[in-house]
């Protein structure tokens, strides 16, 4: 009777699960800035499903038009993933708490 083959033993090391890295420290990453563009938003809205998040950004230059039809120009998409809105919406906190802490509490 021939014997079936046993699968081989796995050190503990190997049957650990992967983990994502941990964030990286600010002196360890570099940003290459040479494509980096600027660019002016007073409006934003954004929109989400269950895969991404999806912002808006855009202008609006007719804020004296009175009663009339508003007009907004967007001009930027960017669509990421939900984990990466929530570190975004975390680091916006953080930044604005700074602000208000220097320059005095914003106005809704």
């Not at 929109?47 to 007009?71: A, C, I, P, Q, Y």
Request: with cysteine; aromatic share 4%; proline share 7%.
């Amino acid at each position: 009777m021939a014997k079936t083959p046993q699968p081989e033993a796995k050190s503990p090391e190997a049957a650990a699960p992967v983990t994502r890295a941990t964030t990286l420290p600010p002196s360890q990453v570099q940003f290459d800035t040479s494509q980096l563009k600027s660019s002016y938003c007073n409006v934003t809205n954004g929109t989400s499903t269950r895969e991404e998040v999806v912002l808006n950004f855009g202008l609006n230059d007719s804020w004296d038009m009175g009663n009339e039809r508003l007009k907004v120009q967007l001009q930027h998409r960017i669509v990421m993933s939900p984990h990466a809105a929530k570190r975004l919406r975390d680091m916006m906190v953080r930044l604005i708490d700074e602000h208000e802490k220097r320059h005095g509490p914003l106005g809704e």
